[in-house]
């Protein structure tokens, strides 16, 4: 019932720029944390941002001063806008979300299917 879909990655040449957007929807009580993380194949996923509901943010080191997280709420939205990209930013970015479908509920994180970004050398 939930549905986390990623949008804006691609290709793009080093120092370049790319705006990733993922809305979720579906049945939403309401939503706490959302981030992106990224995976390389044959590594494991790791962080690259994260967002509270109320606005406080963490990044990794490998991003921060080059990506910045930002999120609307009104639209159940988290973006990624990332600058001065480099070839070890390659990866599938996956967005996320914790969230409750109900009151009631507990909290789970939930995920998109992914969107590929690419930088050449």
């Known amino acids: 019932q939930v549905q986390l879909v990623e949008s804006g990655g691609g290709l793009v040449q080093t120092g370049g720029s790319l705006r990733l957007s993922c809305a979720a929807s579906?049945?939403?009580?309401?939503?706490?944390?959302m981030g992106w993380y990224r995976q390389v194949p044959g590594k494991q996923r790791e962080l690259v941002a994260t967002?509270?509901?109320?606005?406080?943010?963490n990044y990794a080191d490998s991003v921060k001063g080059r990506f910045t997280i930002s999120r609307d709420n009104a639209k159940n939205t988290v973006y990624l806008q990332m600058n001065s990209l480099k070839p070890e930013d390659t990866a599938v970015y996956y967005c996320?979300?914790?969230?409750?479908?109900?009151?009631?509920?507990?909290?789970?994180?939930?995920w998109g299917q992914g969107t590929q970004v690419t930088v050449s050398s």
């Open positions: 996320n979300a914790d969230l409750k479908k109900t009151s009631w509920s507990s909290v789970f994180r939930y």
């Open positions: 967002i509270a509901n109320g606005g406080s943010t």
């Open positions: 579906g049945s939403i009580f309401s939503i706490n944390a």
